[in-house]
């Protein structure tokens, strides 16, 4: 069974890019969440979204935004690029009912210049 | 405060030591809580579920205590494979908050 993916692995962007990253979860899994880590910090919750809809916001600015699909994948999007969002994205899923435990992507490096 | 604090660390030890680390967590209402262990430069792996009764996997034990809001995970007879940075991780309304995370180097 395929766990969490997520592409591209790594990423080179500008500041005033605009990036999008993406996320499969475990299949059955209807949850998906976004977490930003920066260099020796535990990751930052960025989103959480279930069954389409999002259920959690952590506190990132506007120029972050998410969606899930109906195959329950997601898309994490940040606009206006800064270097402060150089960082690993990590992806999660998670199963209702599951005690909230989740399990991650090998995540998304982005660097931005 | 920070919402989860651990240990600094870094902890140095040799094969075969037991190491605990500790956390801590601000926010009361918290319902549900993990220990995760990160690798450098790979993604955090669920280590275990932390229960109010307590609870073991091999040579790991995790303590929860809700009144102290504390949480604690104990290592036996480490192995150089334990070597890794270990995250407390603490649930509320599907939000998850990670420490800061304790690396832990076991020597031979």
């Known amino acids: 069974d395929a766990g969490v993916t997520q592409s591209p692995t790594h990423l080179i962007k500008t500041r005033g890019q605009q990036v999008t990253l993406r996320c499969s979860p475990i299949?059955?899994?209807?949850?998906v969440s976004w977490y930003q880590q920066v260099l020796g910090q535990g990751p930052q919750f960025i989103f959480q979204?279930?069954?389409?809809?999002?259920?959690g916001r952590g506190n990132f600015p506007d120029r972050f935004s998410a969606r899930q699909f109906p195959n329950y994948s997601s898309e994490l999007n940040v606009n206006a690029l800064l270097l402060g969002d150089s960082a690993l994205y990590l992806c999660?899923?998670?199963?209702?009912?599951?005690?909230?435990?989740?399990?991650f992507g090998p995540g998304t490096r982005l660097t931005v210049l | 405060r920070k919402e989860v604090e651990q240990d600094p660390g870094p902890f140095n030890v040799p094969e075969g030591a037991t190491v605990a680390f500790n956390c801590t967590y601000s926010?009361?209402?918290?319902?549900?809580f993990f220990w995760y262990r990160q690798d450098c430069r790979k993604e955090p792996k669920l280590l275990m579920s932390?229960?109010?009764s307590g609870n073991e996997d091999g040579r790991f034990t995790a303590q929860l205590n809700r009144a102290s809001q504390y949480i604690s995970l104990l290592i036996r007879d480490s192995k150089l494979s334990d070597s890794a940075t270990y995250l407390c991780?603490?649930?509320?309304?599907?939000?998850?908050?990670f420490g800061a995370g304790t690396r832990l180097t076991v020597k031979p």
């Open positions: 999660a899923s998670g199963g209702a009912g599951s005690n909230n435990e989740q399990f």
């Open positions: 299949s059955g899994h209807k949850s």
């Open positions: 979204y279930y069954e389409k809809e999002e259920r």
């Open positions: 926010n009361s209402a918290s319902q549900s």
């Open positions: 932390v229960y109010s």
């Open positions: 991780v603490v649930t509320l309304n599907n939000d998850m908050r």
